[in-house]
């Protein structure tokens, strides 16, 4: 929040004897303003919510995995919740975290105008996780519930939601072509907890909230992560590392002879 304080960091890094880092998560600092401010001299580091192994770590779990994995997907893995000690005080939380992303660092930082339609975009993001979404498609439903809205605007919020770290993007890849696809992506949410938190657990909604745990898993691992399609079928997920290329699909019930 110091005009300049870019050089005030440039000039300690001069001296060449300290290692330095810098979190940005707020309105004024987001991730990629610091490699602006920086060109050429950052190297990121991405973190994210814990993972159902550290989430182990942290409770020192060493058994009942399954009953500790169903409660891992319903709390997430934002390890400030876990001082609070009923899932109702968790949830309020996660809560006031996504307002402070949400209404305060990024209605704030892109002056958006229409907080309304925004923090809708974003819910209606939650929701529909692991489903196909454009702009184009987002903004036809928010017409139908009687908003003015454009696909641009759309676009322009989703990019946001982005560089915020709130969701990541999906793309699809088709396998027989080679070649990526830019109509319709997928996004997942950083953590699944903001889901339960803002739109309620009225639909839990179980495979796509594993989706969306496996997905984030991946991205953990140092994948690049895609949906893949081939033919008129889907690979939940394509997930390339150099030269190693894995495909998964995510289910949260394989007992019929449908799904497998």
Request: proline fraction near 2%; glycine fraction near 6%.
């Amino acid at each position: 929040m110091c005009p300049q304080f870019e050089l005030a960091i440039n000039s300690i890094y001069a001296k060449g004897i300290y290692d330095i880092y810098i979190t940005g998560s707020n309105a004024f600092l987001l991730s990629s303003d610091l490699a602006t401010l920086f060109t050429g001299r950052t190297m990121e580091i991405k973190v994210y919510p814990f993972s159902f192994k550290e989430y182990l770590t942290y409770y020192k779990i060493t058994d009942g995995y399954d009953d500790a994995f169903d409660q891992y997907v319903k709390t997430g893995g934002m390890p400030g919740a876990y001082v609070y000690k009923t899932e109702n005080r968790q949830y309020d939380y996660v809560r006031d975290v996504y307002s402070t992303i949400i209404i305060r660092d990024l209605v704030e930082k892109y002056k958006i105008r229409n907080k309304l339609e925004f923090t809708n975009i974003s819910e209606f993001m939650m929701d529909n996780i692991g489903n196909f979404l454009s702009p184009n498609n987002i903004c036809e439903t928010l017409k139908n519930n009687q908003s003015e809205i454009t696909r641009k605007t759309v676009s322009k919020y989703i990019g946001y939601l982005e560089n915020a770290f709130l969701f990541y993007e999906a793309k699809r890849y088709d396998l027989k072509g080679k070649k990526y696809l830019t109509n319709n992506s997928k996004y997942y949410l950083c953590d699944s907890s903001f889901r339960y938190a803002v739109n309620g657990t009225r639909n839990m909604d179980y495979g796509r909230v594993y989706e969306n745990i496996v997905y984030l898993e991946l991205r953990r691992r140092g994948y690049e992560v895609y949906v893949g399609k081939l033919y008129k079928k889907e690979i939940d997920f394509v997930a390339k590392k150099r030269d190693t290329q894995i495909y998964i699909q995510v289910s949260d019930n394989i007992s019929d002879e449908k799904n497998i």
